[in-house]
């Protein structure tokens, strides 16, 4: 899956999204080099426009509540969440659903959109849907064109739509409702969020190389979540907690990236735990944030944490060595047993976590560029 390229430099989530267009809006390659990459995509649909691509950096700050909603002077960007949750008998279930907007125009944030009936192609969209449970793992993925109606994202009030997908304010302050259903499973859950966004990097500026390529990023640590799953007809209650993302950007990353490697990590004595490795040639650049349980945030960098699979020879390594020695932290960190690949227009793996060694703990998993066993 390329655009005309040798390799996709950006990691796991530019490279969905460029399967994505491809096979969605056939967006063509003629006329451009092969190694224009991804970024030729973009350029070639950015000609002719007095409106350029925007660049996070080290700079730049969040901005609230407008950050949760969409930018679109920027090439990618995507809402994330997972959920570690229980029915009433005490079992785990896993859950995730993320949605991706990729725009192949830039607009300024106070444009007009285009008509509908003009039927335009400035930006498309895809969501992925995901069900862990009893070792048995359901994805669904929904695509959409932007400006048509189908899908889209408000900051107030806050919502993040495709069809019948959505991720909506309730109307109350720190209440959000996500409702996803597919062809044999569904979830409609209620969201708390405990405390503010959590700024990764330099405030919300996370470097993704260390030549200094990244994306603006914070998150939401603390959700407390309840409702109902339903699985092949039987309904379920469910409750526990959650962790949303929020990430845009608009340039790629260095040549030789090969996947990603992200956790996020729910541990009994309170505190958090962000961390993620890029693979390249050569090693791994690494980073991560400790966040206290009082909420502070700590940037981690490589000199701060260590980040290893178990067994280097797995296909899919699902067992971990997670260090931060500053903070006495030894983790173990392990999928359960099962397949949970996702198996869209670009497969990953995306599975919860149990968490054991220096702090106990669950969490979630996401490993990208690893090839099916």
Not at 37 to 53: N, R
Request: proline residues 6%.
């Amino acid at each position: 899956m390329t655009f005309c390229v040798r390799s996709i430099h950006f990691p796991f989530f530019f490279r969905v999204l460029a399967s994505f267009l491809w096979l969605f809006l056939a967006v063509g390659c003629s006329g451009e080099s092969e190694d224009s990459g991804f970024a030729g995509l973009a350029e070639s649909q950015q000609a002719g426009t007095d409106v350029p691509f925007l660049q996070p950096g080290p700079g730049d700050r969040l901005k609230f509540p407008e950050d949760f909603g969409p930018h679109p002077q920027h090439r990618i960007e995507w809402w994330y969440l997972t959920a570690n949750l229980e029915n009433q008998a005490g079992e785990p279930l896993g859950l995730q659903w993320t949605q991706f907007r990729q725009a192949l125009t830039p607009r300024s944030a106070n444009a007009t959109p285009p008509a509908p009936a003009q039927w335009p192609l400035q930006a498309a969209w895809m969501a992925h849907g995901a069900l862990s449970w009893r070792g048995q793992h359901h994805f669904a993925e929904r695509l959409a064109r932007a400006d048509v109606g189908h899908a889209g994202a408000t900051a107030q009030p806050f919502e993040v739509w495709l069809d019948d997908w959505r991720l909506t304010s309730t109307g109350e302050s720190g209440r959000w409702r996500l409702q996803v259903s597919a062809d044999n499973w569904s979830y409609d859950l209620f969201l708390r969020l405990n405390g503010p966004p959590v700024a990764h990097g330099d405030r919300g500026f996370s470097a993704k190389s260390a030549s200094g390529e990244g994306s603006m990023y914070f998150s939401l640590v603390d959700i407390a979540i309840a409702g109902k799953v339903t699985i092949d007809g039987e309904t379920q209650k469910v409750r526990g907690k959650g962790w949303f993302d929020r990430e845009w950007s608009s340039q790629l990353l260095k040549t030789g990236q090969q996947g990603w490697d992200w956790f996020a990590l729910h541990l009994d004595s309170g505190d958090k735990l962000m961390a993620f490795r890029l693979r390249e040639d050569g090693g791994a650049f690494v980073s991560g944030t400790w966040i206290t349980k009082e909420r502070e945030a700590v940037a981690l960098s490589s000199d701060d944490l260590t980040l290893t699979p178990e067994a280097e020879t797995e296909a899919t390594p699902t067992h971990w060595r997670l260090q931060v020695p500053r903070y006495g932290v030894d983790l173990e960190i392990a999928a359960p047993p099962g397949e949970y690949r996702n198996e869209g227009q670009y497969p990953y793996w995306e599975s919860p976590v149990s968490v054991s060694g220096s702090h106990s703990g669950e969490g979630y998993m996401e490993l990208t560029g690893y090839e099916a066993e």
